[in-house]
């Protein structure tokens, strides 16, 4: 089991920028896929972006394509979520996930899948 830690939320406004940060433990972080999910308020969650073990490969939502990256520090146990030029609409809880299969489509993705998530952090973008 993977336990989680997010920081780096908090109320922003449009245009501007929050990077998120995950720090992992309990079992050997570079042996596994990490990514974001978020739940935007009476939404169900959705994927946002995910890297696979070793960094080279990342996936992205299509409505986060350009504005965000995702990214790793094996050395750190620790994912990132840079998120740039913010809209109202990325207003949401993000999860950060550990240990799933990096298989697309994104768009009906099996949260069951998604070995272990982190409590949650709060991002509000403001207009």
């Known amino acids: 089991q993977v336990h989680l830690v997010e920081s780096g939320g908090g109320l922003v406004q449009a245009g501007g920028s929050l990077r998120l940060s995950c720090a992992a433990s309990?079992?050997?972080?570079?042996?596994?896929?990490m990514g974001w999910f978020r739940q935007p308020p009476g939404k169900e969650r959705e994927f946002v972006a995910a890297i696979n073990w070793s960094g080279g490969s990342t996936h992205y939502a299509d409505s986060v394509k350009g504005r965000f990256t995702i990214s790793r520090d094996n050395a750190k146990n620790t994912v990132y979520l840079q998120m740039n030029s913010l809209k109202p609409e990325d207003t949401a809880v993000y999860y950060c996930a550990a240990d799933f299969p990096l298989t697309p489509p994104w768009s009906d993705y099996n949260f069951a899948r998604v070995e272990s998530w982190g409590q949650g952090t709060q991002v509000t973008v403001s207009s």
């Open positions: 309990g079992r050997t972080f570079s042996s596994y896929a």
